[in-house]
């Protein structure tokens, strides 16, 4: 009875989504509206004006570092109300790792060994190259928050932490809204707006660009596994 | 209208992950499966609009030498981007207020928690 309920609730739900992609321009064309006003701009002009050869890396930091400074705000405040709203839980890995019922796996543990430095160096590559190649910030900071968690779950919690000292973890977490509002300055003195950048690209924009990769990549690798770790401590 | 809608065939996809997703958010009993559900919600929806930015025979908007046009639209990929880093942020937080409702209830199952009160 009540499947029967849900069943008629989506085919309701379908019906004027269907519709309304039936109505859309076709797939994969070049006439489409969404490409032919400002996307157009930005794929013909996007390197001269926002200093970066990958568009979307000029998108996301350039022309919309508004936006991007807003996520990377969200990003924080995520992971701070993750460690707020578990407060009073506490770290016991060390009592648990010798009672722990899950049997360790020798393989694992080396491969992922080995394999940490590789994954490490990839992840820095992504950040440094992002505005030149595909990635950035958000990607690398994701593939090194995926090592530490990797590491926490294979090898050993402590072990993955001692990457990330206790006593400047929380500036490492801040470190994405913190870029933003040091290159925010910087905008302001160099043209007199909050995240200008000169136009071109130049030097000063290309510092810019890296010191945002830099600290986007940093701080959302911290997030990740800070939330991560929070999540596994008993209460 | 099938005939378009087959043309349109990715946007269609979207929206069957859309009602999928819709499915596990309503059925499902779990509040962790109600999240997974809210999830594949999410991404159905970032599917949809990174493939609006799909152009024929495109390539990726990285403008090295010897790049050619037509290149693919990316400003759907700017913003998924930014929509994937606030599921993320919404997701995590979820999944520990749930881990607080386990520790304070001992339940994550939608009808034993509406018997608790």
Known sequence: MKRALVIVLLAIVAMPLLAAMAAMPRFGSAEQPAYTHVAKRYLERGVEEAGAENVVTGVILNYRGFDTNGEVTVIFTACAAVIAVLAGSRNRQDQREAASSVPESLVVRYVVRLLAPFIALFALYVVLFGEVSPGGGFQGGTVFGALLIVMTVAVSRNQAERLLPLRIRPWLQIAGPLSFLAVGTAGVVLTGWYLGFPQGATAATRLMLMVLEFGIGVGGATVIASIFWRLGDEA | ?117
């Open chain 2, 1 to 117: 209208m099938i005939g378009i809608l087959w043309d349109n065939f990715d946007y269609a996809v979207s929206v069957l992950l859309f009602l999928i997703g819709l499915y596990c958010v309503i059925a499902k009993n779990n509040l962790i499966k109600k999240f997974m559900g809210l999830n594949i919600m999410e991404t159905s929806v970032f599917a949809f609009i990174v493939a609006l930015g799909v152009v024929k025979g495109g390539s990726a908007p990285i403008m090295e030498p010897g790049a050619r046009p037509p290149f693919i639209n990316p400003i759907p990929q700017a913003l998924i981007l930014t929509g994937i880093v606030v599921a993320v942020s919404t997701t995590a937080l979820a999944l520990s207020l749930i881990v607080r409702v386990w520790r304070q209830c001992g339940t994550i199952e939608a009808d034993e928690l509406r018997e608790l009160e």
